[in-house]
């Protein structure tokens, strides 16, 4: 299938597999330039594995996958992140030997026009004052904006975020909201699977729910605010 648009991500029926298992069942989004775009849905609903098929980590998928007007369905991964997309997953991926400088200097520079390490730091100056702290030392919070700053020297400007916030104090969330808010007004394109809804309508522009591997309803921020009960049925809220 070949799909044209200018969107940084334009999915078109995905599917997806673990193994036998069939998991994505025909995926539609679309994520604007310049837009925060979410993905809202129980827990198992596909969020986080529509955002491992746009990187390629889904070893089986079908349908179309474009990243900046690029076909990605029949890529691997070191093919798809050059296209100006990083994945900030929600393991996060913190190399627990290495310092906090090692690990933000680990990922090579993709494209030109990445955040420098002071811009990073000055996002992140907790991040600063622990620089040759060993990731093992570091807290959740830490952790999380360890893998936020370590994407941000990559020179993407389209960036995926797997629930950023999920098990963090309120101030590290606050100030986690605050970086998101920055980026956004920078012009950079993000999409954001978060539990947290009104984490989510702080940033975002528009949202997909996705229940069993389909998006089963959309709805601009503003809609959402309006008619909060509108999500009741799909989270359980």
Same mark, same amino acid.
């Given at each position: 299938?070949?799909?044209?648009?200018?969107?940084?991500?334009?999915?078109?029926?995905?599917?997806?597999?673990?193994?036998?298992?069939?998991?994505?069942?025909? @995926?539609?989004?679309?994520?604007?330039?310049?837009?925060?775009?979410?993905?809202?849905?129980?827990?198992?609903?596909?969020?986080?594995?529509?955002?491992?098929?746009?990187?390629?980590?889904?070893?089986?998928?079908?349908?179309?996958?474009?990243?900046?007007?690029?076909?990605?369905?029949? !890529?691997?991964?070191?093919?798809?992140?050059?296209?100006? @997309?990083?994945?900030?997953?929600?393991?996060?991926?913190?190399?627990?030997? !290495?310092?906090?400088?090692?690990?933000? !200097?680990?990922?090579?520079?993709?494209?030109?026009?990445?955040?420098?390490?002071?811009?990073?730091? #000055?996002?992140?100056?907790?991040?600063?004052?622990?620089?040759?702290?060993?990731?093992?030392?570091?807290?959740?919070?830490?952790?999380?904006?360890?893998?936020?700053?370590? @994407?941000?020297?990559?020179?993407?400007?389209?960036?995926?975020?797997?629930?950023?916030?999920?098990?963090?104090?309120?101030?590290?969330? #606050?100030?986690?909201?605050?970086?998101?808010?920055?980026?956004?007004?920078?012009?950079?394109? @993000? !999409?954001?699977?978060?539990?947290?809804? #009104?984490?989510?309508?702080?940033?975002?522009?528009?949202?997909?729910?996705?229940?069993?591997?389909?998006?089963?309803?959309?709805?601009?921020?503003?809609?959402?605010?309006?008619?909060?009960?509108?999500?009741?049925?799909?989270?359980?809220?």
């Amino acid at each position: 299938m070949t799909f044209f648009s200018s969107a940084p991500i334009e999915i078109r029926d995905l599917h997806g597999y673990y193994g036998p298992s069939h998991v994505l069942h025909g @995926i539609n989004l679309t994520v604007p330039a310049g837009q925060v775009v979410t993905m809202l849905g129980r827990n198992g609903a596909g969020k986080s594995t529509t955002m491992r098929a746009i990187m390629g980590l889904l070893q089986r998928r079908s349908g179309s996958i474009q990243v900046n007007a690029t076909e990605t369905i029949g !890529l691997n991964p070191e093919r798809i992140a050059p296209l100006g @997309i990083a994945y900030c997953p929600e393991e996060r991926g913190i190399f627990p030997s !290495l310092s906090v400088r090692e690990n933000l !200097l680990l990922p090579p520079v993709l494209q030109q026009g990445g955040l420098s390490t002071n811009e990073v730091l #000055d996002f992140f100056p907790r991040l600063a004052e622990r620089a040759r702290s060993p990731g093992t030392t570091l807290s959740g919070g830490e952790q999380q904006m360890l893998a936020i700053a370590r @994407i941000l020297r990559t020179g993407c400007r389209t960036l995926l975020f797997d629930e950023p916030t999920e098990g963090l104090a309120p101030v590290i969330v #606050d100030h986690i909201g605050t970086v998101l808010r920055e980026l956004k007004q920078r012009g950079y394109t @993000i !999409l954001l699977v978060e539990q947290n809804l #009104d984490f989510a309508m702080t940033l975002a522009d528009h949202h997909y729910v996705v229940e069993h591997g389909r998006v089963v309803d959309q709805l601009s921020n503003e809609e959402l605010r309006a008619k909060p009960d509108r999500l009741q049925a799909y989270l359980g809220v």
